[in-house]
């Protein structure tokens, strides 16, 4: 694309220098003007050589966009930064000025390098979308692809402002999901620890004061016996075998497949099932409504979308859609050869493309997954926590009685 040297005034008395990639000496204009800018001069420049590994000569910043392992920016970091831009940039305020506002006001650390750089980006003439997608592991494709369709139609502000309520009602249900789990997975680690103590410490000194009597034990105490000395003298096969299987589930070209088929068992189960059914219908509906309500066509929204489900057997699915759609078979038509969607979206979205409005039917259908997704979060709270409780009883109950027996023997045969 031809790149455009221009000079324009950022305030009454300061001018500026940078760059811009555009088709058009028409289009540069446009773009100067969108960073709150006024062009003095636009004039061509060749277009600089691309080296084979496809970074610019001389890009100091090639590989600013890989972050390590204790340098990501946390989702709400990322929440607040896109509400208080598309409040800034609602507010009239020069996009250049917003960015180096929320630089200045920005507690993280690493978003404040990264927003620096994009300052900078912008000052060379590169386009919002453009500097976000030098971090794909900070700004995900959905959202590059939301700025940059704002930047296109002149929509900016409206489409930060829907990005940031999308995000945050992303936030809100995945919020309400931790928080009902916490106190039964709070209970589940206690009572493993607790059990994990009395099986490594508690039994092996009852197991030498039983021996010295030399009286035969009861199978309950038997059993947990072989169960401590098991743990005590095996527990490193136990925690390679776990560090076995992340292994393997990491191998994202051999786990792939096994992946799939975990969950289709997964999404057959009762409530689980369709828990983890509606949860993932609810994210791809909010998704694809955002993305077709902010004027994205439909085919490319499906193919922004895919990449965002985190369920292999939908992501397969919608694949098989997205290659119907481009041969020209209508979205409901082609949702309705699989059987993993269900008969109401299939004929929302049929209702949807016929009244033109589809974008809102997918509003409406992703509030009523996520209505149900908490119904069905409160149950199985509900459920969770007397069963775990029930199970953790039984368990620390039949140690408890294991332990006693031999003692009720002993003093059965002194009397």
């Known amino acids: 694309m031809p790149i455009f040297v221009y000079q324009a005034k950022k305030g009454p008395q300061e001018v500026i220098e940078g760059t811009v990639d555009a088709a058009t000496k028409e289009a ?62 609602k507010s009239k305020v020069p996009l250049f000025e917003a960015i180096n506002i929320l630089s200045s006001q920005t507690d993280n650390p690493r978003l404040k390098m990264i927003i620096t750089s994009i300052s900078g980006e912008l000052k060379d003439g590169k386009t919002l979308s453009e500097a976000l997608s030098r971090y794909p592991q900070v700004f995900p494709l959905l959202y590059v ?43 589940t680690v206690v009572g493993l620890i607790t059990v994990i103590i009395l099986l490594t410490f508690g039994i092996p000194r009852l197991v030498s004061m039983f021996s010295e009597t030399k009286q035969a034990l009861p199978l309950p105490t038997r059993i947990l016996i072989s169960i401590s000395s098991g743990i005590r003298n095996y527990w490193y096969l136990g925690i390679t075998f776990i560090a076995l299987v992340i292994f393997i589930l990491q191998q994202k070209q051999v786990a792939k497949k096994k992946k799939a088929i975990l969950e289709k068992i997964i999404l057959r189960l009762p409530l689980i099932g369709n828990f983890s059914k509606k949860a993932m219908l609810g994210e791809f509906t909010r998704t694809f409504a955002l993305l077709l309500a902010n004027g994205v066509p439909v085919l490319e929204a499906l193919q922004i979308t895919v990449p965002t489900i985190n369920n292999e057997v939908f992501k397969l699915e919608l694949e098989k859609v997205h290659s119907d759609l481009i041969v020209g078979t209508p979205l409901s038509q082609s949702m309705r050869k699989s059987s993993w969607f269900p008969p109401f979206l299939t004929n929302m979205i049929a209702v949807g493309e016929r009244g033109g409005n589809l974008q809102d039917v997918l509003l409406e259908v992703a509030v009523f997954y996520e209505r149900e997704v908490r119904k069905i979060n409160k149950i199985m709270t509900s459920l969770l926590e007397p069963a775990i409780i029930l199970v953790m009883g039984l368990v620390v109950g039949f140690i408890v009685i294991a332990m006693l027996l031999p003692i009720f023997e002993i003093n059965m045969a002194v009397q």
């Open 28 to 89: 540069a204009v446009n773009k100067i003007e969108n960073m709150g800018y006024v062009p003095i001069r636009v004039n061509l420049e060749k277009e600089p050589n691309v080296g084979a590994a496809g970074k610019l000569p001389g890009d100091k910043n090639a590989a600013v966009g890989h972050l390590g392992l204790f340098e990501r920016v946390g989702s709400r970091d990322l929440n607040v930064f896109t509400e208080q831009l598309a409040t800034l940039v």
């Open 145 to 187: 692809n939301m700025v940059r369709s704002g930047e296109t139609g002149g929509v900016l502000d409206e489409t930060l402002t829907r990005l940031a309520k999308f995000r945050e009602e992303q936030e809100e249900v995945r919020a309400n999901i931790s928080s009902a789990l916490a106190y039964p997975i709070f209970i």
